[in-house]
């Protein structure tokens, strides 16, 4: 392989115009031979440069509105030809294939016109086949090719330029190469995705692509021997988290990541509702609460578990404002997650340099459709996301007492938190606050009682009558297998429980929950969390 390949000629082709009249203007002060297609080339000569048409170079007409203009020998035989190869060199002598040393191109906009809700006709339209192909030609022989597909390498190729007196180094082409299949793959993965997802409806396709983009790298993974880091899809997603803008504090970690999402998540299913406050600890809710005001449902939700909300997470549904933000600065915070925050609230965390404070823009739709994936050794773990919900119609009540409205509210309120803490997972809750959170257990019956002590603690505490499991709804992410849990949750103080049902021992546990005076509705639906 040669080190320093001089660029003399440098083919152009971009739908992304950023940067290009300065790149031509660069390339031709070095004597660059430029040459171009269709709306690039006008650019270039609007730009003052002499530019030589892609059709002059082959002799060839662009035909077909521009599909086939590049797709041609003299174009591929001038990136792929191994320069110092005798038979190669003589093909190209014999053939008037010009070498074709630097070739610029980004391809046409896919993601974008998905995006903008276009028609089938326009999204096929727009899967560029030309591109690609010169992409992976150049990148291919980058040992006498250097080929960059996106804008933001312009400076740099410039610097190469300007440092080797016109010329591109091997480790600055493979460089170069790298990045180039990562944009094809990419590229072509999104066009699969739209295929299978969009255009077939399928569920699971026979090939599924995965791909993200470096956001950035983390100080380490959840613990310091661990390397991390961020990367954002490539293609249509929602904007969540990963495009927060951290208005202050330390670099976030891998865990703050992982946790302020479990939080940003939950906040998200009160969505337009009551000001809402979450609390998550090791990815864990350990206290959620609507209330009129944001500070009023702050005291709610750490009042329910304030040993485990030191050094947590905060997430909230609405701007955040002054007071609530004066209050959460009163113990050690992580991370605060809002859609946005008022003057004064940043004022006050301003004072907390090492609070991260991460604004988003907005809440996700909780019921939006997806995969998650999971790695496990030899393959990956994939299913839908956990987008379904009930309401009221949909609860069916079992014992021979109903819920009242509060109970029913209450029971609501804590399914919806309850879908968000890990299995085994109990809730407690009342007034639209949570009482006490059980979560990860290895059966449900220890998950009643650790929500249930939490709920005494809190009122030993705080000196309150009694725990604010007494009269409270509970809910369960998955059907009690016995009568213990459910006995656990009335001991505690409860009076309705809400769980999914469906165990062969149902029969035993409505029977239970009779004796116990509960109230008890089934949801017909499970939320197991791992």
Same mark, same amino acid.
């Given at each position: 392989?040669?080190?320093?390949?001089?660029?003399?000629?440098?083919?152009? /082709?971009?739908? *992304?115009?950023?940067?290009? !009249?300065?790149?031509?203007?660069?390339?031709?002060?070095?004597?660059?031979?430029?040459? /171009?297609?269709?709306?690039?080339?006008?650019?270039? +000569? &609007?730009?003052?440069?002499?530019?030589?048409?892609?059709?002059?170079?082959?002799?060839?007409?662009?035909?077909?509105? $521009?599909?086939?203009?590049?797709?041609?020998?003299?174009?591929?035989?001038?990136?792929?030809?191994?320069?110092?190869?005798?038979?190669?060199?003589?093909?190209?002598?014999?053939?008037?294939?010009?070498?074709?040393?630097?070739?610029?191109?980004?391809?046409?906009?896919?993601?974008?016109?998905?995006?903008?809700?276009?028609? +089938? *006709?326009?999204?096929?339209?727009?899967?560029?086949?030309?591109?690609?192909?010169?992409?992976?030609?150049?990148?291919?022989?980058?040992?006498?090719?250097?080929?960059?597909?996106?804008?933001?390498?312009?400076?740099?190729?410039?610097?190469?330029?300007?440092?080797?007196?016109?010329?591109?180094?091997?480790?600055?082409?493979?460089?170069?190469?790298?990045?180039?299949?990562?944009?094809?793959?990419?590229?072509?993965?999104?066009?699969?995705?739209?295929?299978?997802?969009?255009?077939?409806?399928?569920?699971?396709?026979?090939?599924?692509?995965?791909?993200?983009?470096?956001?950035?790298?983390?100080?380490?993974?959840?613990?310091?021997?661990?390397?991390?880091?961020?990367?954002?899809?490539?293609?249509?997603?929602?904007?969540?988290? #990963?495009?927060?803008?951290?208005?202050?504090?330390?670099?976030?970690?891998?865990?703050?990541?992982?946790?302020?999402?479990?939080?940003?998540?939950?906040? #998200?299913?009160?969505? $337009?509702?009551?000001?809402?406050?979450?609390?998550?600890?090791?990815?864990?809710?350990?206290?959620?609460?609507?209330?009129?005001?944001?500070?009023?449902?702050?005291?709610?939700?750490?009042?329910? *578990?304030?040993?485990?909300?030191?050094?947590?997470?905060?997430?909230?549904?609405?701007?955040?404002?002054?007071?609530?933000?004066?209050?959460?600065?009163?113990?050690?915070?992580?991370?605060?997650?809002?859609?946005?925050?008022?003057?004064?609230?940043?004022?006050?965390?301003?004072?907390?340099?090492?609070?991260?404070?991460?604004?988003?823009?907005?809440?996700? *739709?909780?019921?939006?459709?997806?995969?998650?994936?999971?790695?496990?050794?030899?393959?990956?773990?994939?299913?839908?996301?956990?987008?379904?919900?009930?309401?009221?119609?949909?609860?069916?009540? @079992?014992?021979?007492?109903?819920?009242?409205?509060?109970?029913?509210?209450?029971?609501?309120?804590?399914?919806?938190?309850? +879908?968000?803490?890990?299995?085994?997972?109990?809730?407690? #809750?009342? &007034?639209?606050?949570?009482?006490?959170? $059980?979560?990860?257990?290895?059966?449900?019956?220890?998950?009643?009682?650790?929500?249930?002590?939490?709920?005494?603690?809190?009122?030993?505490?705080?000196?309150?009558?009694?725990?604010?499991? @007494?009269? /409270?709804?509970? !809910?369960?992410? !998955?059907?009690?297998?016995? !009568?213990?849990?459910?006995?656990?949750?009335?001991?505690?103080?409860?009076?309705?429980?809400?769980?999914?049902?469906?165990?062969?021992?149902?029969?035993?546990?409505?029977?239970?929950?009779?004796?116990?005076?509960?109230?008890? @509705?089934?949801?017909?639906?499970?939320?197991?969390?791992?």
């Amino acid at each position: 392989m040669t080190d320093i390949v001089p660029i003399r000629r440098a083919l152009l /082709s971009v739908s *992304d115009k950023t940067g290009l !009249a300065d790149l031509g203007k660069a390339l031709a002060a070095r004597g660059v031979e430029l040459v /171009s297609t269709g709306g690039t080339a006008k650019a270039l +000569r &609007d730009a003052g440069l002499e530019v030589k048409d892609i059709s002059d170079l082959t002799n060839f007409p662009e035909m077909m509105d $521009g599909r086939v203009k590049t797709l041609h020998p003299k174009v591929h035989g001038g990136l792929l030809a191994v320069r110092d190869n005798p038979e190669h060199a003589k093909a190209m002598a014999d053939h008037a294939i010009g070498a074709i040393d630097l070739v610029v191109v980004n391809l046409y906009p896919f993601e974008a016109t998905v995006a903008k809700g276009a028609d +089938r *006709d326009e999204i096929i339209e727009n899967i560029d086949i030309g591109g690609p192909s010169m992409v992976r030609s150049a990148a291919k022989n980058h040992a006498f090719v250097a080929i960059v597909t996106d804008p933001k390498d312009y400076a740099g190729l410039l610097t190469e330029l300007e440092t080797t007196e016109g010329g591109t180094t091997l480790s600055f082409r493979k460089l170069l190469a790298a990045r180039a299949y990562a944009q094809t793959a990419a590229y072509d993965s999104m066009i699969s995705q739209w295929f299978a997802f969009a255009d077939q409806g399928l569920e699971f396709p026979e090939m599924l692509s995965v791909n993200g983009r470096l956001a950035t790298t983390l100080r380490y993974g959840e613990n310091p021997h661990q390397k991390a880091a961020l990367y954002t899809p490539v293609g249509p997603f929602t904007k969540g988290l #990963a495009q927060g803008e951290q208005v202050q504090g330390k670099e976030l970690s891998y865990n703050n990541y992982n946790d302020a999402d479990a939080a940003f998540e939950l906040a #998200a299913e009160f969505k $337009g509702q009551d000001p809402a406050v979450v609390i998550v600890k090791h990815a864990n809710p350990c206290g959620v609460a609507q209330g009129s005001s944001l500070l009023e449902a702050w005291q709610g939700a750490l009042a329910c *578990d304030d040993v485990s909300a030191f050094g947590g997470i905060v997430a909230v549904n609405t701007t955040l404002d002054g007071p609530t933000a004066e209050a959460i600065c009163q113990i050690f915070t992580e991370v605060v997650v809002a859609p946005d925050a008022d003057e004064e609230a940043r004022a006050f965390f301003a004072k907390k340099k090492n609070l991260r404070l991460l604004l988003t823009g907005g809440l996700p *739709d909780p019921r939006r459709p997806g995969l998650t994936v999971k790695p496990i050794t030899g393959g990956l773990l994939v299913q839908g996301r956990d987008a379904g919900a009930i309401g009221l119609d949909d609860l069916k009540v @079992v014992t021979k007492r109903a819920p009242t409205e509060q109970e029913l509210k209450d029971c609501l309120f804590a399914w919806t938190v309850a +879908r968000h803490v890990k299995s085994n997972a109990i809730v407690y #809750a009342k &007034d639209g606050v949570t009482a006490g959170i $059980g979560a990860g257990q290895m059966n449900r019956r220890d998950s009643s009682r650790i929500a249930a002590m939490k709920a005494a603690e809190a009122a030993e505490k705080f000196g309150w009558a009694q725990a604010r499991t @007494v009269g /409270s709804a509970v !809910a369960s992410d !998955a059907f009690f297998p016995f !009568a213990d849990g459910l006995l656990a949750a009335a001991e505690a103080g409860a009076t309705a429980v809400i769980q999914p049902g469906g165990s062969i021992r149902d029969e035993e546990v409505i029977a239970a929950a009779d004796e116990a005076g509960l109230a008890m @509705v089934f949801t017909g639906m499970r939320h197991f969390k791992h």
